[in-house]
């Protein structure tokens, strides 16, 4: 318990909103992802993972979705909307094509049916990656949040189809007993 406490800790000390900012800080590192000018981030609320782009890249242009609220950050374009809705949002589909990097922490609410819940990871997850796949420039890079589950295998293989490099990631913040793992992506 301590472990995932000093990580909200450190999170807090520097002014993020969310522990999670250190998974994508690690995986960003361990790609060498640099170039990210266009970023779109799915699922963005409470906003650790835009914050972080903005703080290490002020150029960045971030647009940010969720269905639920999220605090402005100054340089992030928030849209509270369902990521379904993406293409109703004229500053994203202008820019469809000419994003560097597409992140999402996205998770649905669980139910704790298994079975269920499995599923609606997966159905989120092939959406995110679609976005990604229309929305990338060619060498984009997807981050993004699954779990390990039965569907993990199918969602890699789909990734490989559309992508040039596939890798997973369990980064040191999340906590050891979760089942959350990140799939990195090279269109």
């Given amino acids: 318990m301590m472990h995932s406490d000093n990580w909200a800790l450190k999170a807090k000390?520097?002014?993020y909103r969310s522990r999670a900012v250190f998974k994508l800080e690690e995986i960003l590192k361990k790609t060498r992802t640099k170039?990210?000018?266009?970023?779109l981030d799915l699922g963005a609320s409470p906003g650790a993972w835009s914050q972080f782009i903005v703080k290490k890249n002020s150029n960045a242009n971030?647009?940010?979705?969720?269905?639920?609220d999220m605090e402005p950050i100054e340089g992030v374009s928030f849209f509270k909307k369902n990521i379904e809705?993406?293409?109703?949002?004229?500053?994203?589909?202008?820019?469809k094509g000419d994003f560097n990097l597409v992140i999402s922490d996205i998770a649905p609410n669980l139910s704790g049916i298994k079975?269920?819940?499995n599923e609606n990871i997966f159905d989120l997850n092939k959406l995110t990656v679609n976005i990604a796949l229309n929305f990338l420039?060619?060498?984009?890079?997807?981050?993004?949040?699954?779990?390990?589950?039965?569907?993990?295998?199918?969602?890699r293989k789909d990734m490989?189809?559309?992508?040039?490099?596939?890798?997973?990631?369990?980064?040191?913040?999340?906590?050891?007993?979760s089942g959350e793992i990140y799939l990195y992506g090279v269109k």
């Fill in 35 to 39: 170039r990210y000018k266009n970023v």
């Fill in 115 to 117: 079975s269920v819940d």
């Fill in 85 to 95: 809705q993406i293409n109703n949002i004229p500053q994203i589909l202008k820019l």
């Fill in 62 to 68: 971030v647009y940010a979705l969720d269905i639920l």
């Fill in 137 to 155: 420039c060619k060498g984009g890079t997807l981050i993004m949040k699954t779990f390990q589950n039965s569907f993990l295998k199918t969602l």
């Fill in 160 to 177: 490989e189809l559309s992508f040039k490099i596939v890798q997973t990631y369990k980064p040191v913040a999340s906590k050891k007993q």
């Fill in 13 to 15: 000390q520097l002014g």
